[in-house]
């Protein structure tokens, strides 16, 4: 593996929030090695590969914390977005999901991952609605990227993906036997959760994910819906009903948690459940994060928080930089306080904070020496960044987005290099994917049409 220089402004989100202005990063091996001024590390390796340099700024590579790479995308944009999410869900995102082959789920996995690592996503935890786990493993290895993967967690449906308890929790081992190892997949307990999980699948994932010393994710409470349903099977809130059961702690991942009431925040903080924040999928939906939300008081309590995109026809853009300036604006207008939370805090849960969420800032989510060599060099010579600012944080949250990703690093191996992936093409997927969605949409029996006339 040859050694590498990566160049330019650094926010290395260490424990201080260092900045380099001039500064650079040493690789071999897949880790940081050195990090200080670039004069002093070109003359020291002159002969490492360099990336970016001056007019860069040099970040972690993004997290995202709870991203669907089946189904949705072979079908992007093709959802109406006048209809409730349900029935989004049931009537077009579950049946593509039945519809897919292997295939179409590596082909899947692989345009998302290259499409998040085009805007600077280096680990992508997959949301648990994989039916071949195997095929998105193999997307990951081919576009490069860090991550985890599980399998359809579903009991409690009448869906061909719902399978009996003891079935579910034979897949969740299978992948947690493949992937146990510490390369760039993860084997994660996945349930798709809601009120889908019987409550012994919920305790038997829980206690698998523990003993496995991996972590569990499910959906939870992005819309009333799940409230509703809890209340009336158990009587009980749903995230009470789930601490009562054990299935809460430091290795669960709750995505959504939007709607809460007081004890069920209490309850995340104290069992340190953490929770993954996808604001574009509440806006798109309709599922009330403006008036409901509380994710940044969960945050400032002690809350252990990410970010992440979740799905296309739920926000569209697999984004970290859009996620991260939505998050910032929204808790600064429904607090109608500017000072609540800003580019800085969403930076921080792009990177180093959502590693410790998903359980990994030992190893990534800062330019630390010994860490993973995980990097993202945002190219600020362009019209959008002139004149550079200062601080970079707030030129990245509030002016950027991914477009500025020019060359990305994984594991300390160049993935993306002057913008296009060296590992894959996506020019080369384009008639695959295209001639997929048709054939995706005639199996699920579902017939897009754009809302204006098509002459
Ligand atoms: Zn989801």
Redesign the pocket.
Known sequence: MTDLIVAGTLLTMDGDRTIWTDGAVYVTDGLIRLIGQRCDLVQMHPQARILGGPGCIVTPGFINS?Q?LTGDRLIRSCIPDDIDSNEAIFDWVVPIHEAHSGDDDELSATLSLLEAVGNGITTTIE???VAHPERVAGAFQRVGVRGSVGAWGWDNGDSSLCGTTDEVMERQQMVLEAHASDGLVQGWVTLVGHDLSSDRLYVEAAELARMAGTRLTF?LSPSIDDGVAFLKRTGKRPVTHLADLGVLGPQTLI??AVHLDDEELDLLIETETAVSY?PW?YLRLGQGVSSAGRHIEFLHQGGRLAL?C??EN?GDAIDALRVGALAAGLARDTSMDPRSFGAHEALELLTIGGAEAIGMDDKIGSLEIGKAADLVVHDTTGVASTPTSVDPALQLLWAGDGRAVRDVVVDGVPIVVDYKSTTVDHTDLVAEANEAQRRLLSQAGLAPTPRWPVR
Do not use: E, L, N, S
């Open positions: 709870h669907h949301a648990g609605t959906h995505a959504h996808c999928a992440g979740d799905t739920a």
